[in-house]
Protein backbone atom coordinates (compact mmCIF):
# COMPACT_ATOMS: atom_id res chain seq x y z
CA UNK A 1 0.00 0.00 0.00
CA UNK A 2 1.23 3.48 -0.78
CA UNK A 3 2.80 5.31 2.23
CA UNK A 4 1.22 8.34 2.04
CA UNK A 5 -2.24 6.53 2.45
CA UNK A 6 -0.99 6.14 6.25
CA UNK A 7 -0.76 10.10 6.70
CA UNK A 8 -3.42 10.44 9.10
CA UNK A 9 -2.04 7.13 11.37
CA UNK A 10 1.34 8.29 11.49
CA UNK A 11 0.18 11.90 12.92
CA UNK A 12 -1.98 10.14 15.59
CA UNK A 13 1.04 8.20 16.44
CA UNK A 14 2.98 11.16 16.39
CA UNK A 15 0.01 12.10 19.39
CA UNK A 16 -1.03 15.20 16.54
CA UNK A 17 -4.36 15.78 14.93
CA UNK A 18 -4.93 17.86 11.88
CA UNK A 19 -6.25 21.54 13.09
CA UNK A 20 -9.46 22.92 10.81
CA UNK A 21 -7.89 24.59 7.94
CA UNK A 22 -7.14 28.30 8.80
CA UNK A 23 -9.34 30.60 6.58
CA UNK A 24 -7.44 33.16 4.14
CA UNK A 25 -6.07 36.26 6.13
CA UNK A 26 -6.57 38.05 3.04
CA UNK A 27 -7.71 38.68 -0.60
CA UNK A 28 -6.26 35.34 -2.00
CA UNK A 29 -7.10 31.54 -2.04
CA UNK A 30 -5.45 29.03 0.27
CA UNK A 31 -4.63 26.44 -2.51
CA UNK A 32 -4.62 26.09 -6.55
CA UNK A 33 -4.31 23.37 -8.54
CA UNK A 34 -2.51 23.63 -11.56
CA UNK A 35 -1.97 20.74 -13.26
CA UNK A 36 -0.36 18.12 -11.70
CA UNK A 37 0.67 20.69 -8.77
CA UNK A 38 -1.01 21.83 -5.62
CA UNK A 39 0.29 25.19 -4.26
CA UNK A 40 -0.17 26.61 -0.95
CA UNK A 41 -0.49 30.24 0.06
CA UNK A 42 2.21 30.92 2.81
CA UNK A 43 0.86 29.57 5.83
CA UNK A 44 1.57 30.63 9.45
CA UNK A 45 1.63 29.00 12.60
CA UNK A 46 -1.83 29.34 13.68
CA UNK A 47 -3.48 27.56 16.63
CA UNK A 48 -7.48 28.38 16.88
CA UNK A 49 -7.52 31.12 14.60
CA UNK A 50 -4.46 32.87 16.66
CA UNK A 51 -1.19 32.97 15.64
CA UNK A 52 1.00 30.74 18.20
CA UNK A 53 3.48 33.59 19.54
CA UNK A 54 5.14 36.48 17.42
CA UNK A 55 8.26 38.21 17.84
CA UNK A 56 11.50 38.12 15.81
CA UNK A 57 13.91 34.75 15.29
CA UNK A 58 17.47 36.06 17.91
CA UNK A 59 15.35 38.73 19.60
CA UNK A 60 11.49 37.63 20.95
CA UNK A 61 11.47 33.47 19.75
CA UNK A 62 14.00 31.25 20.92
CA UNK A 63 14.93 28.04 17.89
CA UNK A 64 13.04 25.62 19.53
CA UNK A 65 10.05 27.82 19.48
CA UNK A 66 10.77 28.28 16.17
CA UNK A 67 10.80 24.39 15.00
CA UNK A 68 7.97 24.24 17.04
CA UNK A 69 6.21 26.84 14.74
CA UNK A 70 7.48 25.58 11.65
CA UNK A 71 6.03 21.87 12.65
CA UNK A 72 2.53 23.91 13.71
CA UNK A 73 2.81 25.19 9.71
CA UNK A 74 2.78 21.71 8.34
CA UNK A 75 -0.27 20.79 10.08
CA UNK A 76 -1.77 23.70 8.89
CA UNK A 77 -0.87 23.14 5.69
CA UNK A 78 -1.89 19.35 5.41
CA UNK A 79 -5.47 20.80 6.24
CA UNK A 80 -5.64 22.56 3.46
CA UNK A 81 -4.31 19.44 1.14
CA UNK A 82 -7.15 17.58 2.96
CA UNK A 83 -9.78 20.26 2.35
CA UNK A 84 -8.52 20.85 -1.23
CA UNK A 85 -8.08 16.90 -2.69
CA UNK A 86 -10.82 15.75 0.02
CA UNK A 87 -8.08 13.51 1.50
CA UNK A 88 -4.19 12.43 1.35
CA UNK A 89 -4.68 9.72 -1.59
CA UNK A 90 -3.60 11.67 -4.27
CA UNK A 91 -0.54 13.13 -2.66
CA UNK A 92 2.13 12.05 -4.99
CA UNK A 93 4.99 14.19 -2.99
CA UNK A 94 6.20 17.19 -1.50
CA UNK A 95 7.87 18.83 -4.47
CA UNK A 96 9.38 21.81 -2.92
CA UNK A 97 8.71 24.55 0.51
CA UNK A 98 9.85 28.23 0.98
CA UNK A 99 10.35 29.37 4.40
CA UNK A 100 10.47 33.15 5.67
CA UNK A 101 12.30 33.81 9.01
CA UNK A 102 11.14 37.09 10.77
CA UNK A 103 14.70 37.52 11.97
CA UNK A 104 17.22 40.09 13.96
CA UNK A 105 19.70 40.93 11.47
CA UNK A 106 22.18 38.67 13.86
CA UNK A 107 20.34 35.61 13.46
CA UNK A 108 21.57 33.27 10.64
CA UNK A 109 19.80 29.72 11.45
CA UNK A 110 16.72 29.80 9.69
CA UNK A 111 17.70 26.32 7.64
CA UNK A 112 17.63 25.04 11.44
CA UNK A 113 14.13 26.90 11.92
CA UNK A 114 12.59 25.50 8.56
CA UNK A 115 13.74 21.84 9.82
CA UNK A 116 10.98 22.13 12.02
CA UNK A 117 8.67 21.53 8.90
CA UNK A 118 11.45 19.58 6.95
CA UNK A 119 11.75 17.32 9.75
CA UNK A 120 8.19 16.64 10.33
CA UNK A 121 7.21 16.33 6.63
CA UNK A 122 9.76 13.45 6.15
CA UNK A 123 8.36 11.67 9.06
CA UNK A 124 5.13 12.30 8.00
CA UNK A 125 5.49 11.01 4.84
CA UNK A 126 8.46 8.98 4.47
CA UNK A 127 10.24 9.64 1.28
CA UNK A 128 7.53 11.24 -0.46
CA UNK A 129 8.14 14.26 2.28
CA UNK A 130 11.80 14.76 1.04
CA UNK A 131 11.77 18.29 -0.78
CA UNK A 132 13.59 21.30 -2.23
CA UNK A 133 13.68 24.25 0.04
CA UNK A 134 14.39 27.64 0.57
CA UNK A 135 14.83 29.61 3.94
CA UNK A 136 14.79 33.04 4.11
CA UNK A 137 15.57 35.72 6.77
CA UNK A 138 13.16 38.55 6.25
CA UNK A 139 12.54 41.60 8.12
CA UNK A 140 9.09 41.37 9.23
CA UNK A 141 6.03 39.22 8.26
CA UNK A 142 2.32 39.04 8.38
CA UNK A 143 0.77 39.95 12.12
CA UNK A 144 3.88 40.41 12.98
CA UNK A 145 4.32 36.34 12.82
CA UNK A 146 7.60 34.50 13.60
CA UNK A 147 7.69 31.93 10.05
CA UNK A 148 5.84 31.97 7.26
CA UNK A 149 6.09 28.86 4.65
CA UNK A 150 4.42 28.53 1.22
CA UNK A 151 4.61 24.79 -0.38
CA UNK A 152 4.28 22.92 -3.44
CA UNK A 153 2.92 19.18 -3.67
CA UNK A 154 2.69 16.70 -6.65
CA UNK A 155 -0.83 15.46 -6.89
CA UNK A 156 -2.34 12.59 -9.69
CA UNK A 157 -4.68 14.26 -12.20
CA UNK A 158 -7.60 11.81 -11.18
Known amino acids: ?15 LALPPAPT ?9 ISG ?26 TLEE ?19 LGDFNRIVRCVKLTGY ?9 QPQVINGASELLFELMGERGRHCRSAVGVSVLPL ?12 DKC
Open 1 to 15: MNPIYHLEERLKAKG
Open 24 to 32: PLGAYVPAV
Open 36 to 61: NLLFLSGMLPLRDARLIRTGKAGFDV
Open 66 to 84: LREDAAQVVLNALAVVKQT
Open 101 to 109: VASADTFYE
Open 144 to 155: NSPIEIDFIFEI
